[in-house]
């Protein structure tokens, strides 16, 4: 009795948790991811940053996918607190990509360098109803970032070994 009443609380249990849904690329599966405010959508856009710092900082996001997206992918730049734009666009549209072909969207911004940490924020979305794939990110203008505090603790830590 006690054995039937375990099997049915581990079946309840496990009831409980839903299966990530998956999206298969070939042979692959791709997670969809559902945290995120757009909904469900895939992580595959390679997204990286390039900042030239000054008093026009140039902040260049380099967009790239491993397969042909042939659907419009909209872009979008979110600027923080004391961050202006000098010269481009907030928004824009890709009219779509192709694979292992990298595109570069600039924007020209004034207030990102100093000793006071200010932030932007790049999005992008792409509009294909069965292929909603999405990546954003977010640039730091000073060299104290979450990411370079860790990589310096990584580098103490190895030190000290």
């Known amino acids: 009795m006690p054995a039937i009443i375990l099997v049915l609380f581990l ?30 959508v895939e992580r595959t856009i390679q997204l990286k940053f390039k900042v030239e710092k000054g008093e026009t900082s140039k902040l260049i996001a380099r967009v790239e996918t491993q397969y042909d997206y042939d659907f419009p992918l909209n872009y979008e730049w979110k600027l923080g607190e004391g961050v202006s734009v000098s010269d481009g666009n907030l928004k824009g549209q890709i009219e779509k990509m192709q694979k292992d072909t990298p595109l570069e969207i600039e924007l020209n911004v004034t207030g990102f360098n100093g000793d006071v940490a200010r932030f932007v924020r790049f999005e992008i979305l792409g509009t294909n109803p069965q292929k909603r794939a999405f990546a954003d990110g977010i640039i730091n203008s000073t060299d104290k970032s979450f990411e370079k505090i860790v990589q310096e603790v990584e580098l103490y830590k190895k030190s000290n070994q």
């Open 11 to 40: 079946s309840l249990l496990t009831s409980c948790y839903e299966d990530q849904p998956q999206n298969k690329h070939g042979l692959s599966n791709v997670p969809l991811t559902k945290f995120t405010y757009r909904g469900v």
